[in-house]
């Protein structure tokens, strides 16, 4: 079966631009989340979406948004690049709480 | 506040030897953890997970440890092959329930460790 896609794999950007990265979870998965990995900082949870609501929100500035459409593929907004942004861009879908996540293999987004 | 934290930035170890990764964390409310992998420019992969009520769950040459009292989880590889060379996160997940009903999904990650096996 399919895994977890998002689109694009690279995208070059310059600061004070906005990016939209899309997610197509696994068949079955309701739950969407969104992690920023980052050399110093590691993973770090963005946010999570299921049946199309926010559940929950890591600490990033309001810059940072997403939403879930109705098939479950997510996307996430990022307005106002700063060089700061340049991260690799992960998304993981699960179909429930008692199951693993699996992971796409990123958007890596350098802001030039 | 860092709740999960892999204090090794790395390891390295011979062909056939153990490997042994560690993990701390902090938040009591960690309900279940998991030990991913990943390669550069890939998304990590799931290994093998463990849940709180437990102390140890092995899968093939892969056995995860908790010690629950001592906040501390470690993966341990045997034998190792130079094909587990990668970065090892753990990951922790939060137990608190939502307001709405439904579960948490969030996961807190190590910063990682970057494991080198040698043939």
């Known amino acids: 079966k399919a895994g977890v896609t998002q689109t694009p794999r690279y995208l070059i950007k310059t600061r004070g631009q906005q990016v939209t990265l899309s997610c197509s979870p696994i068949?079955?998965?309701?739950?969407v989340s969104w992690y920023q990995q980052t050399p110093g900082q590691g993973l770090q949870f963005l946010f999570e979406?299921?049946?199309?609501?926010?559940?929950n929100k890591g600490n990033f500035p309001g810059r940072f948004s997403g939403r879930q459409f109705s098939n479950s593929r997510s996307e996430m907004n990022v307005s106002t690049l700063e060089l700061g942004d340049s991260a690799l861009y992960l998304c993981a879908s699960t179909k429930g709480y008692r199951y693993g996540y699996t992971f796409g293999s990123g958007t890596r987004l350098t802001v030039v | 506040d860092q709740q999960v934290k892999q204090n090794s930035p790395s390891l390295s170890v011979q062909e056939g030897r153990i490997s042994i990764l560690n993990c701390d964390y902090t938040?009591?409310?960690?309900?279940?953890f998991l030990w991913y992998k990943k390669y550069p420019a890939e998304g990590p992969t799931f290994l093998i997970s463990i849940s709180s009520i437990k102390d140890k769950n092995e899968d093939g040459r892969f056995t995860v440890f908790l010690n629950k009292s001592a906040k501390h989880l470690s993966l341990h590889i045997v034998p190792s092959q130079p094909g587990d060379s990668a970065v090892y996160f753990c990951?922790?997940?939060?137990?608190?329930?939502?307001?709405?009903?439904?579960?948490?999904?969030?996961?807190?990650f190590g910063k990682g460790t970057l494991l080198t096996v040698n043939p």
């Open positions: 990951a922790a997940r939060d137990a608190q329930r939502q307001k709405s009903g439904g579960s948490n999904y969030k996961l807190t």
């Open positions: 068949s079955g998965h309701r739950s």
């Open positions: 979406y299921f049946s199309e609501t926010q559940r």
């Open positions: 938040n009591s409310m960690f309900d279940y």
